[in-house]
Nanobody, 126 residues
Framework: QVQLVESGGGLVQAGGSLRLSCAASGRTFSPYAMGWFRQAPGKEREFVAAIRWSADITKYADSVKGRFTISRDNAKNTVYLQMNSLKPEDTAVYYC???????????????????WGQGTQVTVSS
């Protein structure tokens, strides 16, 4: 089993920055990729960014390209999401996710990720 624990959410003004962290643990920890998704009230969960665990390959949603950066620290089993130039529309609960499926590409659908964290709230005020 795999456990994911997010941290770093909070309240920030538009234009500000936040850094989310996701620490992974578990006996069967063997990730292919880890990603971040978000869900705003009344909306479906949407892909934000993902990174391959053993290669410098990343994928971003168009809405966050140039503002968000995903990175990882393999030694700490931790993935990060640096969020800059935040906008009110970035307000959501942010979830960390992990997939062990070796598909050759980074997938961006929630159903492609088997393990999820509990989520951390990000609120951007205007």
């Amino acid at each position: 089993q795999v456990q994911l624990v997010e941290s770093g959410g909070g309240l920030v003004q538009a234009g500000g920055s936040l850094r989310l962290s996701c620490a992974a643990s578990g006996r069967t920890f063997s990730p292919y990729a880890m990603g971040w998704f978000r869900q705003a009230p009344g909306k479906e969960r949407e892909f934000v960014a993902a990174i391959r665990w053993s290669a410098d390959i990343t994928k971003y949603a168009d809405s966050v390209k140039g503002r968000f950066t995903i990175s990882r620290d393999n030694a700490k089993n931790t993935v990060y999401l640096q969020m800059n130039s935040l906008k009110p529309e970035d307000t959501a609960v942010y979830y960390c996710a992990l997939t062990s499926r070796r598909t050759g590409v980074i997938l961006a659908r929630p159903q492609d990720y088997a393990y999820w964290g509990q989520g951390t709230q990000v609120t951007v005020s205007s």
